[in-house]
């Protein structure tokens, strides 16, 4: 047996009853198949049908037909305006806010015109999408009123809105305004000035008077404005000033009444020197009483801290004060006290050196005393008429009332008591007795016989002090 004879290998030979069987399992499987193909399809055809049957019952339905038809109508509606810019909803939501006080500017020849009638502001409606809207209102917008190349009269223009953004819509309330221009012309006014924050100056300085660069200034307005102006005032600010200083003065125009008047001035500020001085004075302190100690009690002896104090103001001022005073009630004191009282400043003075004094107040019994040949005298004798007492009286007894010691250091000359005869008319007439109390006196005075008859002859006598004298 050759080598080729042993590489061959018998063929298997097939089974015909293997064949059959798997015939028979492809053929049950493909009818299985077929099978549930007819029954989906089946399935199918009756959705269809009964889909179509319900479109039917609603589509041809007289109750449903109107419903139908709105939607078919949206559904076309729709279809149609799609990607219009005007489409319902395609469209951005819009939004709108109202702003008010918004200035106006006008533009115009400054330097020719004068305006009048402007109003200072407006209202604006901004309208668009809500965040443009939004960013628009937070701008710093204005309205300007343009009159550019229009000549002096009345005129109307409309207010136009600016630094706003153009995605919005501006709506201006009101939208235009009427305005008179009117020429102007130039005059000349002589320049006052006025110290400001005086209250920020230390009250113990004295301000003199300014000297300016130059005592004239020109103003550039309308007629009308011109006339109106009664002075040019420099506002001198005198703010924690303690020396002579110089500053670059503000003008301003006012009118008679003190209101500031909007004019062109020429230039607008002047160079002023103010000198600072601090004028006082130290003069005495002295005590007015008033009222009465109860319980016959009086009053001994007043010690205070301070005898003197030193007084700030112009010379003008310091020239006229020689005291100063402080007051006490008396009918408050039941025993010797301590009393804290402020002094009281005259009029014009601006500060002093101390504000209040401590008083040591001793009390001791009251007692009476009568004065005896108080001598009489007039005042006031404006008429310096001749005149006559009754009886050629010309003497008085006087009650004095304090504690011992001090009714006992009373002389008859230390006491005035007089009549006053500014009312005076020829005749016999009767006139009040007066006794001047001396400011600080610790004794109280009275006059025993309160009138005293006079016969004025009318005669004049130029020789007579009308002021003060005796008979």
Same mark, same amino acid.
């Given at each position: 047996?050759?080598?080729?004879?042993?590489?061959?290998?018998?063929?298997?030979?097939?089974?015909? =009853?293997?064949?059959?069987?798997?015939?028979?399992?492809?053929?049950?499987?493909?009818?299985?198949?077929?099978?549930?193909?007819?029954?989906?399809?089946?399935?199918?055809?009756?959705?269809?049908?009964?889909?179509?049957?319900?479109? #039917?019952?609603?589509?041809?339905?007289?109750?449903?037909?109107?419903?139908?038809?709105?939607?078919?109508?949206?559904?076309?509606?729709?279809?149609?305006?799609?990607?219009?810019?005007?489409?319902?909803?395609?469209?951005?939501?819009?939004?709108?806010?109202?702003?008010?006080?918004?200035? %106006?500017?006008?533009?115009?020849?400054?330097?020719?015109?004068? /305006?009048? $009638?402007?109003?200072?502001?407006? =209202?604006?409606? %901004?309208? $668009?999408?809500?965040?443009?809207?939004?960013?628009?209102?937070?701008?710093?917008?204005?309205?300007?009123?343009?009159?550019?190349?229009?000549?002096?009269?009345?005129?109307?223009?409309?207010?136009?809105?600016?630094?706003?953004?153009?995605?919005?819509?501006?709506?201006? =309330?009101?939208? #235009?305004?009427?305005?008179?221009?009117?020429?102007?012309?130039?005059?000349?006014? #002589?320049?006052?000035? =006025?110290?400001?924050?005086?209250?920020?100056?230390?009250?113990?300085?004295?301000? $003199?008077?300014?000297?300016?660069?130059?005592?004239?200034?020109?103003?550039?307005?309308?007629?009308?404005?011109?006339?109106?102006?009664?002075?040019?005032?420099?506002?001198?600010?005198?703010?924690?000033?303690?020396?002579?200083?110089?500053?670059?003065?503000?003008?301003?125009?006012?009118?008679?009444?003190?209101?500031?008047?909007?004019?062109? /001035?020429?230039?607008?500020?002047?160079?002023?020197?103010?000198?600072?001085?601090?004028?006082?004075?130290?003069?005495?302190?002295?005590?007015?009483?008033? $009222?009465?100690?109860?319980?016959?009690?009086?009053?001994?002896?007043?010690?205070?801290?301070?005898?003197?104090?030193? /007084?700030?103001?112009?010379?003008?001022?310091?020239?006229?004060?020689?005291?100063?005073?402080?007051?006490?009630?008396?009918?408050?004191?039941?025993?010797?006290?301590?009393?804290?009282?402020?002094?009281?400043?005259?009029?014009?003075?601006?500060?002093?050196? %101390?504000?209040?004094?401590?008083?040591?107040?001793?009390?001791?019994?009251?007692?009476?005393?009568?004065?005896?040949?108080?001598?009489?005298?007039?005042?006031?004798?404006?008429?310096?008429?001749?005149?006559?007492?009754?009886?050629?009286?010309?003497?008085?007894?006087?009650?004095?009332?304090?504690?011992?010691?001090?009714?006992?250091?009373?002389?008859?000359?230390?006491?005035?008591?007089?009549?006053?005869?500014?009312?005076?008319?020829?005749?016999?007439?009767?006139?009040?007795?007066?006794?001047?109390?001396?400011?600080?006196?610790?004794?109280?005075?009275?006059?025993?016989?309160?009138?005293?008859?006079?016969?004025?002859?009318?005669?004049?006598?130029?020789?007579?002090?009308?002021?003060?004298?005796?008979?």
């Amino acid at each position: 047996m050759t080598n080729m004879d042993n590489k061959k290998k018998p063929r298997k030979e097939s089974n015909p =009853d293997s064949k059959l069987e798997l015939a028979n399992k492809i053929a049950k499987q493909s009818k299985k198949v077929a099978n549930t193909y007819a029954h989906f399809e089946d399935s199918l055809f009756r959705i269809i049908r009964s889909f179509s049957s319900w479109i #039917d019952n609603v589509l041809f339905n007289q109750r449903f037909s109107l419903i139908v038809s709105l939607g078919l109508a949206i559904l076309l509606y729709m279809t149609v305006n799609f990607n219009s810019q005007n489409s319902l909803f395609g469209s951005p939501l819009l939004s709108a806010k109202t702003l008010t006080d918004i200035p %106006i500017v006008a533009r115009y020849n400054t330097d020719t015109f004068e /305006i009048t $009638g402007l109003p200072t502001s407006a =209202d604006i409606t %901004i309208t $668009g999408e809500g965040s443009n809207v939004n960013a628009a209102a937070n701008q710093k917008g204005t309205l300007v009123a343009n009159l550019e190349g229009l000549t002096e009269g009345q005129h109307t223009v409309k207010l136009t809105p600016e630094g706003y953004s153009d995605n919005v819509t501006i709506k201006v =309330d009101p939208s #235009d305004v009427t305005v008179t221009l009117k020429k102007k012309s130039t005059g000349q006014f #002589d320049i006052g000035y =006025d110290f400001i924050n005086q209250d920020k100056m230390n009250s113990i300085y004295s301000l $003199g008077t300014p000297e300016f660069e130059y005592s004239k200034v020109n103003v550039r307005a309308s007629k009308d404005t011109l006339d109106s102006i009664a002075f040019i005032k420099a506002l001198i600010d005198v703010t924690n000033v303690e020396s002579d200083f110089e500053q670059e003065a503000t003008l301003v125009a006012y009118d008679k009444k003190g209101i500031p008047v909007n004019a062109d /001035i020429v230039p607008n500020t002047v160079k002023v020197k103010v000198p600072v001085t601090s004028p006082n004075k130290t003069v005495p302190i002295r005590v007015e009483t008033s $009222g009465e100690v109860p319980n016959g009690m009086a009053i001994e002896t007043i010690t205070m801290d301070h005898e003197s104090v030193t /007084i700030y103001a112009s010379e003008s001022v310091l020239s006229k004060i020689n005291e100063v005073g402080v007051t006490l009630d008396a009918s408050t004191l039941t025993k010797d006290s301590t009393v804290l009282r402020p002094i009281t400043l005259p009029t014009g003075v601006k500060s002093s050196s %101390i504000s209040q004094i401590s008083m040591d107040v001793k009390l001791g019994p009251g007692v009476s005393r009568i004065l005896e040949n108080v001598p009489v005298f007039y005042k006031n004798n404006v008429g310096k008429y001749k005149f006559s007492i009754l009886n050629n009286q010309s003497t008085v007894n006087v009650e004095l009332f304090g504690t011992q010691a001090n009714v006992d250091a009373i002389n008859p000359e230390d006491v005035v008591v007089y009549f006053d005869m500014t009312n005076a008319v020829p005749g016999n007439q009767e006139f009040k007795l007066s006794v001047e109390q001396p400011v600080g006196s610790l004794v109280r005075y009275s006059v025993t016989q309160p009138t005293i008859q006079v016969t004025v002859s009318g005669e004049v006598d130029n020789t007579v002090d009308e002021s003060v004298g005796t008979n």
